[in-house]
């Protein structure tokens, strides 16, 4: 079955420094969605990326979706305390039915202030 | 934005008991749901995908006598978890796809459901 695999499994940083968290599928998706859980809350929808190469921007957060659709990445510039919490790819995959989406296992950022 | 509440927030059962979690859409029509499945600090797994007027269809290893599903109307889908024992106890969360004409057809989630089984 399609695999969704995230890296890293942690990352602290400074405030102010950047971060990127990386998702890899097993197989061709037809879109990723990203999310992001604060502690103790649910996953809470950030974007969804459809086209092969796309790139979009959300103020500090960068998302990219690779040429072959397999592969995602979110980059947080100078992060705040603020962007606490685990950010989870989710992909569909190509052909898919039901929009049924397989998680990555989620990359949690905590943020030194 | 899309709202989907989820009721009870958090439940103490007794092994052997059954556990009803309601999911509703608030303000926008699911014809599919899904519930998931989250133990601490680790990533969300889909249980099944509940269809509004159909059976649910169950994940690989998920039981479907166990974990009742019903999805009686387009803003409801309840999950039972039947004769509950310890290795129940998780986050139970669900989400429901919004299908109009402007979504992404992302996935609106509830905020969860903490059952613990004694």
């Known amino acids: 079955g399609q695999q969704v695999m995230q890296i890293p499994q942690y990352q602290h940083v400074q405030e102010g420094e950047d971060f990127t968290t990386y998702c890899n599928s097993s197989?061709?998706?037809?879109?990723i969605q990203w999310y992001k859980q604060r502690p103790g809350g649910h996953p809470v929808f950030l974007i969804q990326?459809?086209?092969?190469?796309e790139v979009k921007k959300q103020k500090r957060l960068t998302f990219q979706f690779g040429e072959a659709k397999k592969n995602s990445s979110l980059h947080i510039t100078a992060t705040q305390t603020t962007d606490v919490g685990t950010y989870f790819c989710a992909g569909r995959q190509s052909g898919g039915s039901n929009y049924k989406l397989t998680f990555g296992k989620g990359t949690l950022l905590t943020v030194n202030p | 934005g899309a709202v989907v509440s989820q009721h009870p927030s958090w439940v103490i059962c007794k092994s052997g008991t059954s556990v009803k979690i309601e999911c509703r859409s608030l303000?926008?029509?699911?014809?599919?749901m899904f519930w998931y499945r989250q133990f601490p600090k680790q990533s969300l797994m889909l249980m099944a995908t509940s269809n509004e007027g159909s059976k649910a269809t169950y994940e690989q290893g998920v039981e479907k006598d166990k974990f009742l599903i019903n999805h009686a109307s387009l803003t409801l889908s309840t999950l039972t978890v039947t004769s509950a024992h310890p290795e129940d106890s998780s986050f139970y969360i669900c989400?429901?796809?919004?299908?109009?004409?402007?979504?992404?057809?992302?996935?609106?989630f509830g905020p969860g459901t903490r059952l613990t089984v004694l």
């Open positions: 989400s429901a796809r919004d299908q109009g004409p402007r979504s992404y057809n992302e996935q609106f």
């Open positions: 303000d926008f029509q699911a014809t599919t």
């Open positions: 990326l459809v086209k092969s190469g």
């Open positions: 197989t061709t998706l037809s879109n």
